[in-house]
C-alpha cells in the first residue's frame, strides 16, 4: 500500500551538479514530505509542502508540487558528497481516508562522487 | 536533548524465540509508529499508537505485537510466528494524532537478524 513512487531509483553524480528526484503518488493529499536517510541510520525529515503550496525552498533544497499530475520533484543544488544518501516522499492520504499515518515510496539512492 | 532512542542497535533471534525491541521518546509526542524497512525497499508500516493505551495494525502486523502504557514508550514484541523476522526496524514519532502537517521524528533503528 505505499502511495509514493520516487524516479529514478538510483542516481549518480558529481559534486557541484544538481540533483532531481521526483515522486508520484495515486490519491488527493493534505501533505507531502520528503525524508533523508543515511546509510544504516534513521530518516530526517526534509521539508514539508502542504496542497495548497507550489513551491517550497530550505536551503540547498527546492521542493516543488503539482497536485494536478499528483507529482513532487526535490531539487539539490550544488550538490555535496555529505548528500549521498536515500531519499523518499511521503504523503499523509491514501484512498481518501486519513488515519493518522504517512505512506513512504521506496526512495531514490543519491550517490554524489567528489 | 529530545529524540528517540532505540534499542538496541543489533538484536539476534533464534528460532522460535520472541524479541522485544525497545523505543522510547522524550519529544511529548502524542503519536508513535514502528516500521519495518528492508534492503533497498521503503518503509512498511508495521503498528502505530496515537495516543497511550490505543494502538492499530499497519500493513504487515502479522507475527508483532505492541504495547503502549505509558506516552513515552512504545516496544515491539517480534514474536514466533514472524518467520522472516530480518529487517531494519525504525520507530518514529510526530506530535499530532491526525498527522497533519507534521513531520514524524526517527530513531536510528534496530538491525533484527536471525541466528
Known amino acids: 500500500s505505499q502511495q509514493g513512487e520516487e524516479d529514478p531509483q538510483a542516481l549518480s553524480i558529481q559534486e557541484g551538479e544538481n540533483a532531481t528526484m521526483n515522486c508520484s503518488y495515486k490519491t488527493s493529499i493534505n501533505n507531502l514530505q520528503w525524508y533523508r536517510q543515511n546509510s544504516g541510520r534513521g530518516l530526517v525529515h526534509l521539508i514539508l509542502?502542504?496542497?495548497?503550496?507550489r513551491e517550497k525552498h530550505s536551503g540547498r533544497l527546492r521542493v516543488t508540487l503539482d497536485t494536478s499530475k499528483k507529482s513532487s520533484s526535490l531539487l539539490i543544488t550544488a550538490s555535496r558528497a555529505a548528500d549521498t544518501a536515500s531519499y523518499f516522499c511521503?504523503?499523509?492520504?491514501?484512498?481518501?481516508?486519513?488515519?493518522?499515518?504517512?505512506?513512504f515510496g521506496r526512495g531514490t539512492q543519491l550517490t554524489v562522487w567528489p | 536533548d529530545g529524540g528517540i532512542t532505540q534499542s538496541p542497535k543489533y538484536l539476534f533471534r533464534k528460532e522460535g524465540q520472541n524479541v522485544t525491541l525497545s523505543c522510547e521518546q522524550n519529544?511529548?509526542?502524542?503519536?508513535m509508529y514502528w516500521y519495518r524497512q528492508d534492503p533497498g525497499q521503503g518503509l512498511r508500516l508495521i503498528y502505530y499508537s496515537q495516543i497511550v493505551n490505543d494502538f492499530q495494525k499497519g500493513d504487515i502486523a502479522e507475527g508483532y505485537s505492541v504495547s503502549r502504557e505509558k506516552k513515552e514508550s512504545f516496544p515491539l514484541t517480534v514474536t514466533s510466528a514472524q518467520k522472516n523476522p530480518t529487517a531494519f526496524y525504525l520507530c518514529a514519532s510526530s506530535t499530532s494524532r491526525t498527522v497533519l502537517n507534521q513531520p514524524q521524528h526517527f530513531g536510528d533503528g534496530t538491525r533484527l537478524s536471525i541466528l
Open positions: 509542502i502542504r496542497s495548497n503550496e
Open positions: 519529544l511529548n509526542h502524542d503519536a
Open positions: 511521503a504523503t499523509d492520504r491514501f484512498r481518501g481516508s486519513t488515519l493518522g499515518r504517512l505512506y
